[in-house]
Nanobody, 123 residues
Framework: QVQLVESGGGLVQPGDSLRLSCTAAGRALSRYTMAWFRQAPGKDREFVAAISRIVSSTDYADSVKGRFTLPRDNSKNTVYLQMNSLKPDDTAAYYC????????????????WGQGTQVTVSS
C-alpha cells in the first residue's frame, strides 16, 4: 500500500499562485497514476488533474486548463499541483489520489487518498 500526504494549502488572493505537494510513503510513486481532486463546501468532489504512471500523460479539468500543471518528481516520490492565476472558485479542499491501473477523472476508481489540504482564494 501507499500512504499519501498533501501539503502546501493556504489562503491566497485572486491571481496568486500556489503549489501543492503530494508525497508518497511506502511505495515508489512511479508505480501509480496520480491525480488531484477538490471539494468545495456543499459540492461534490470534482476532478482537477491526473498524470499517468508510464508515459506521464496528463489530463486536466476544463476549469483549470492553462492555469494548473502537474509536475511529477519520482526521485522525491512527490507529485505537485502548480496552481497559477487562482480564482475564488478554486477555493476547496484538495485531495491527492493514486491508483495502480486507472488513469482518468472518476474518483471512485482511485484506491488511495490523502487527507486533503485546504486552499482558500479570497481578497
Amino acid at each position: 500500500q501507499v500512504q499519501l500526504v498533501e501539503s502546501g494549502g493556504g489562503l491566497v488572493q485572486p491571481g496568486d499562485s500556489l503549489r501543492l505537494s503530494c508525497t508518497a510513503a511506502g511505495r515508489a510513486l512511479s508505480r501509480y497514476t496520480m491525480a488531484w481532486f477538490r471539494q468545495a463546501p456543499g459540492k461534490d468532489r470534482e476532478f482537477v488533474a491526473a498524470i499517468s504512471r508510464i508515459v506521464s500523460s496528463t489530463d486536466y479539468a476544463d476549469s483549470v486548463k492553462g492555469r494548473f500543471t502537474l509536475p511529477r518528481d519520482n526521485s522525491k516520490n512527490t507529485v505537485y499541483l502548480q496552481m497559477n492565476s487562482l480564482k475564488p472558485d478554486d477555493t476547496a479542499a484538495y485531495y491527492c489520489a493514486a491508483d495502480n491501473n486507472y488513469y482518468g477523472s472518476k474518483s471512485a476508481e482511485y484506491d488511495y487518498w490523502g487527507q486533503g489540504t485546504q486552499v482558500t482564494v479570497s481578497s
